[in-house]
């Protein structure tokens, strides 16, 4: 399972989290009440911490792809050649599992 599954399997629970307390609202009852008030703290820790996971992965995509800028604009000719090697060893692959069959 990726991260982009767990994350919109997560908005989805949290939306119909949302969806109950709403729809709920008029239900009596001190331990509803507390129930639901400690469910709406948890919720909004989740929604936070998605927020600040998102951020993160975000801002790591972010660096990686700079440095790999850098170095690209840096080293020109070594990521020409390994980028050929990538390619070689990925056609090598290629052939080796089709003459399988």
């Known amino acids: 399972m990726d991260q982009q599954h767990v994350v919109d399997d997560l908005r989805g629970m949290i939306a119909s989290g949302e969806e109950l307390l709403r ?3 008029e239900q009596a ?3 509803y009440r507390r129930s639901r008030a400690k469910f709406e703290t948890i919720l909004d820790g989740v929604k936070h911490s998605i927020s600040r996971a998102e951020n993160a992965a975000v801002s790591k995509a972010r660096l990686a792809s700079a440095k790999t800028d ?3 604009h ?3 000719w070594q990521s ?3 980028g050929a090697i990538a390619a070689a060893a990925v056609g090598v692959l290629v052939g080796v599992l ?3 069959r």
């Open 23 to 25: 729809n709920s609202a």
């Open 29 to 31: 009852g001190e331990d």
């Open 70 to 72: 850098l170095y690209v």
């Open 74 to 76: 840096s080293h020109p």
């Open 80 to 82: 020409v050649g390994y």
């Open 98 to 100: 089709i003459s399988r």
